[in-house]
């Protein structure tokens, strides 16, 4: 474990590394031209920090960086995007309290979105699980596998977050769940009805000596268990399984919240985002719901004298392109 400090219990860049590129290639799936890449970026940088990449400090990426400077904006970028994931998974598998990726400056490029889902994909999800869910077919594993995705879909959560969640996050008497995100950092997200009715149907599943909501033999299920479920839901609702994980159904819950109109703020907070640049960047609608959004709601939206509302001015489509 290594602390906020920086400070490191013996913890290998190779076991640390592998263990990255393990998680990579089950969740993200990623192929093996990209894993290798990220294997001899991340090597790279461990031996130019003296093997030292796992414990290292800010000031390390800082001495890092620089050693970069020689380098095309293209490669840089490329090394930064492979620390800083490698540094979310040592974070996330609690193998260090902070991330010192922040320091690292990315070169001037434009940032790609997340991936989506439109409605009728989601659509497509749940009647799958209700199908599976159904009074004649239910089974404990459809039960759970229902309620992370209306977890991960209706309330937004991240999977590690999902996967560790305590027995006392939930209680049947209240609408929401009580998150410990990242940093240690408490929050509670909302409870859809939906999701409510789920987790008291799993309630009569789950081992009620479990300390943890979704449980397994050993702990809690895992984040593996917890991809290779949604793969599977996602073939069986006819799409493709790459195109669908448990971080893909969280972006389709904030893009979808935000199209219908939730504050950016509140929206920030649910997710568990520490600055609002990151919901911002996270979400995304198209520029011509948000023109809409604007001419119906907004106060001076009643003294427009325009017959339709519909068309938007060369500059906010220009702006948006920019921005989508």
Same mark, same amino acid.
């Given at each position: ?102 320091? #690292?400056?990315?070169? &001037?490029? =434009?940032? *790609?979105?997340?991936?989506? /889902?439109?409605?009728? !994909?989601? $659509? ?27 977890? #991960?879909?209706?309330? &937004?959560? =991240?999977? *590690?977050?999902?996967?560790? /969640?305590?027995?006392? !996050?939930? $209680? ?33 599943? =789950?081992? *009620?000596?479990?300390?943890? /909501?979704?449980?397994?033999?050993? $702990? ?105």
């Amino acid at each position: 474990m290594v602390g906020s400090g920086g400070s490191s219990e013996a913890l290998s860049d190779d076991e640390a590394i592998e263990g990255f590129l393990a998680m990579m290639a089950v969740e993200r799936g990623a192929a093996a031209n990209s894993l290798a890449a990220y294997r001899r970026d991340l090597f790279q940088a461990s031996h130019a920090l003296k093997g030292r990449l796992a414990a290292s400090t800010p000031e390390d990426m800082g001495a890092l960086q620089e050693k970069w400077s020689a380098l095309a904006p293209s490669s840089v970028a490329r090394k930064i995007s492979a620390v800083r994931q490698f540094f979310r998974y040592c974070v996330d598998e609690n193998m260090r309290g902070d991330d010192p990726s922040a320091q #690292l400056v990315r070169p &001037g490029q =434009r940032r *790609s979105l997340p991936k989506t /889902l439109d409605h009728a !994909a989601i $659509a497509k999800l749940f009647a799958v699980l209700e199908a599976d869910c159904s009074e004649e077919n239910a089974k404990p594993a459809s039960i759970r596998l229902l309620v992370m995705v209306e977890l #991960l879909y209706g309330s &937004g959560l =991240r999977a *590690s977050e999902l996967v560790s /969640l305590s027995a006392n !996050a939930y $209680a049947p008497d209240r609408p929401f769940l009580i998150i410990n995100g990242k940093g240690g950092q408490q929050r509670m997200v909302p409870l859809s009805g939906r999701a409510r009715s789920a987790l008291a149907r799993w309630q009569d599943y =789950r081992p *009620s000596d479990s300390l943890w /909501l979704f449980p397994s033999r050993k $702990a809690h299920i895992s984040r593996i268990r917890l991809f290779q479920s949604i793969k599977g839901l996602a073939l069986r609702a006819g799409l493709n399984p790459d195109a669908v994980s448990p971080h893909v159904l969280r972006h389709a819950f904030a893009t979808h919240l935000l199209q219908g109109g939730a504050d950016l703020r509140a929206l920030q907070m649910m997710l568990g985002h520490a600055d609002i640049t990151t919901t911002q960047i996270y979400t995304h609608v198209d520029a011509d719901h948000l023109v809409k959004l604007v001419n119906a709601r907004h106060p001076l939206a009643k003294f427009d004298k325009s017959s339709s509302g519909q068309s938007q001015p060369d500059s906010v489509a220009s702006q948006a392109d920019k921005t989508d």
